[in-house]
């Protein structure tokens, strides 16, 4: 079964809704006009039908019928009469002459009450009629005479009708001209609900032949949005923009976590390679075989940190971390990770300074990551500060947000350097030439760790060489 068009639903919808509207209201107006119409014959024949029962009266013990005598008096008159009386059980009728040899149909309500019906006249002519149960008037002499008496006349039934073929026929015109108005607003209507329909959907064909465009090779193109774009249709691009700007963003990132994972560890699988050659290449002693087989470990030992943390990089730029929030002892995670990194800094000859604020002690976040920062901080300040300086470490609370500065003397850095510094595998040529390991991960972590903890990092470099790295809590 072929799926309906956006446009054949809403066209067949609002057509359908527009001659239910439109019929219901011609019908209804047609009808308002017929009732208002046959009101006005009927109001027409009570009065016709008031004044023949005046004429219909007991004289000398009879019934006469008064209106008949009148009747055969005007011969040649333009309008033709239809009246006929019968008494209350349909014998002795009086009929008018206009009637010829038909009868009226025998109908009549509760006594003086007048009811109507539409009947066919002589000719097969369309008529209206009413009905009236009365009791005959009595005449002088027959009023004298039971004056005294409780007599009361025979009940007797009035038909009078008129002709309404013209009338009939106008109203089958006002008829006709209501269906054929109303099929002609329809067919109108339909023309300009198309076009408003099809004007309106256009945007949505633009935006698919945008769509269609777009090549897997320009997926990350956003689509245009022009000044004229519907609303809606805006909300929809917009967001769907972003959706292109996410998957162009996790594209990148994946491309670019291949590549350096891929030089990143081409390193260290050349040294194991190169290792097992030259244990390989000729018999050797069973020291050289332990110092080849310690230091293959070593390597590989570096190749894991590296993973876990590409691995853990990777989750925090896609926010696929699972984050824990508790209340963290900020000093005692600063004092943990010092005592971590304590070994190194003494063979370096590094001192610590500790300013940390008494107000600025705890903080609700996840603790994994925290101490994952701290650590990557205080590592990288251990690793690049100057031998035999000291490594100042605050806490504080700037606008009531809690912060958390580190700050050393370092060598080989310029100002720009400040920019790179978050970027991931970004190392200092000193980084370089040492004999531990550093992949250019650690500061790079902290900027996602930042970010999903809803803080704030920066780097900053002043004249002195001093290099401060700050984390805010927002």
Known sequence: MKTPSIKK???????????????????????????????????????????????????DGKVIYEWLDELDTHPGK??????????????????SPDLEEMDLPFFHGELN????RDVTLPEGRRGRAVGLLLIPSLSEEDASEHEKTTFTPPPHVLVVAIDIEHSA????????????????????????????????????????????????????????????????????????NKLIERIDLARTRERDFSANAAHELRTPLTGISTTLELALSKPRDNPYYVNSITRTLDISSSMQLLLERLMSFAKLQNDAYPLTTTTVDIQGILKQSWEE??????????????????????VDTDKQLFHILVRNLINNAVSYAKASTTITI??????????????????????????????PFFRLDAARGMSENHYGIGLALCREISRVLGGRISAKLDEDMVISIEFIFD
């Open 9 to 59: 639903r809403l066209l067949i919808s609002i057509v359908l809704l527009i001659v239910t509207m439109l019929g219901i209201g011609s019908t209804g107006l047609y009808l308002k006009v017929r009732q208002s119409h046959y009101e006005q014959i009927d109001i027409d024949l009570q009065k016709i039908a008031e004044l023949l029962a005046i004429e219909i009266e007991v004289n």
């Open 78 to 95: 333009n309008q033709k009469d239809y009246i006929q009386s019968w008494d209350a059980q349909g014998n002795n009728p009086g009929r």
């Open 113 to 116: 009450e007048y009811v109507y």
């Open 169 to 240: 026929r106008r109203l089958a015109k006002l008829r006709w001209a209501f269906a054929l108005t109303t099929i002609g607003l329809i067919l109108a209507t339909s023309m300009v609900i198309s076009f408003i329909i099809n004007n309106s959907l256009q945007p949505i064909k633009d935006l698919a032949l945008q769509v269609s465009d777009a090549l897997p090779e320009n997926s990350g193109t956003a689509f245009h949005i022009a000044p004229n774009f519907p609303l809606e249709l805006r909300e929809l691009v917009s967001h769907y």
């Open 341 to 362: 990194q304590k070994e190194k800094a003494n063979a370096r000859e590094l001192a610590v300074l500790w300013s940390l604020d008494p107000t600025a002690t705890t």
């Open 394 to 423: 605050i806490t504080q609370r700037l606008n009531g947000h809690i912060a958390l500065r580190i700050t050393n003397e370092t060598t080989g850095l310029n100002a720009s350097d400040t920019e790179k510094f978050f970027d």
